[in-house]
């Protein structure tokens, strides 16, 4: 059950607290879910305390989440389309700072069905969208006041893969631009490919560059650079890998480091499984996959001089399907959004070893899955 929002003085004590964050949550919202759209929490990342969600906004399925970087604005996608629009909806948020609600200040077209992932560019000029149900790529500029433009740039990809189920077209999953801001790289789990585009911030556009490929059959599905803008890692959501790459910052180009599995040895190769998330530590030692069908968490130690990883923890994720989840600014905490128990849970991150372990602390989030973390001033 989601508790009425936080009278405003106890709030303000709260965000003046030292070492405090906002935690948004984006939820599918149907009937399932009981979720009306996007939720905040208050965080507390000295003491570990996650506050209980409250409705920031109400909007119809924002599944995917972005901050901006002056921490005036979110932008989510919204998988159902507003009337009128064609494809699905992008919207724009200003962000209260007395309370983290959110008011909406525009919404315009992702162009293409299906639009389930939104990056923002590292100067804030620019946004893009990948929409998985139309398999494209779509790019806005960020105006002064926090709206977004109509699309600068639209791009179809084209093409299929060796699973006739899971890929007779393509299926663009995730954008995120690399470390030097200069290009834009989209995993396309139909393709089986990587894609990449230079990114004009000015112009808000994006042109393409030429893609990597993973093994025949993965799905690449979300993304991550290393910190040290050296290599990226890309899970597979259909066979249950994560897929490292060497990043040439010059070229924009990857190139296959290794391919891994995210599951314990026992259950390689079964079947019904998938993976969701991506993210790499900030002191890069490590790197974090979430198993959503497996429902568990898995590890991996990172040798930031190569870029390969090794398994070494499968923790339970303590809910049903974790899909995204988020590591606080210092590193020391994950949250986990579980879209069917309809939670989020609280992980300690051990510094050393980068090992996981469950604080016991879940709060309630219909339909929760994606986490973004906003820290306070």
């Known amino acids: 059950m989601i508790r009425p929002f936080l009278p405003l003085i106890l709030a303000a004590s709260l965000l003046q607290a030292g070492d405090s964050h906002l935690v948004y949550f984006g939820c599918y919202t149907n009937a399932k879910s009981g979720s009306k759209g996007v939720y905040v929490s208050r965080f507390d990342a000295e003491k570990g305390v996650l506050g209980e969600a409250e409705l920031a906004a109400e909007t119809a399925s924002p599944s995917f ?29 200003s962000i209260a700072p007395s309370d983290g609600r959110l008011s909406l200040i525009n919404q315009v077209s992702s162009v293409g069905p299906g639009p389930c992932h939104v990056s923002v560019d590292r100067t804030g000029s620019m946004a893009v969208v990948a929409n998985y149900g139309g398999g494209s790529v779509a790019s806005y500029s960020i105006l002064e006041n926090g709206a977004l433009s109509e699309a600068r740039s639209f791009v179809q990809h084209e093409g299929s893969g060796v699973n006739p189920k899971r890929q007779a077209g393509p299926h663009a999953h995730s954008m995120n631009f690399s470390p030097d801001n200069r290009f834009a790289f989209a995993c396309d789990l139909g393709l089986d490919k990587v894609l990449a585009y230079k990114a004009d911030p000015a112009a808000g556009t994006i042109t393409s560059q030429g893609f990597a490929t993973v093994p025949p059959g993965s799905g690449p599905r979300h993304f991550a650079f290393h910190p040290n803008g050296r290599f990226a890692f890309v899970n597979n959501e259909m066979l249950m890998t994560v897929t490292s790459f060497a990043y040439d910052a010059a070229a924009g180009s990857l190139k296959e480091v290794e391919t891994v599995s995210t ?27 979430s198993n959503r069908t497996h429902d568990t968490l898995a590890v991996f130690t990172c040798d930031p001089s190569t870029g390969r990883l090794k398994l070494i923890q499968n923790v339970p994720a303590e809910g049903r399907i974790p899909r995204n989840f988020c590591l606080d600014p210092s590193g020391r905490w994950m949250i986990v959004a579980h879209q069917d128990s309809n939670t989020a849970a609280l992980f300690k991150v051990d510094a050393e070893s980068g090992r996981l372990s469950f604080t016991g602390r879940k709060v309630a989030v219909g339909g929760a899955v994606c ?5 306070l001033d």
Request: aromatic share 12%; proline share 7%; net charge positive.
């Open 65 to 93: 989440l972005a901050l901006h970087p002056n921490k005036k604005w979110l932008y989510a996608v919204g998988e159902m389309g507003a009337p009128g629009q064609k494809g699905g909806a992008v919207g724009a948020f």
């Open 263 to 289: 599951l314990p040895e026992a259950d390689r190769g079964k079947e019904g499984f998938s993976t969701a998330e991506t993210v790499a530590h900030p002191n890069g030692r490590f790197v974090y996959v």
């Open 371 to 375: 986490v973004r973390f906003l820290a």
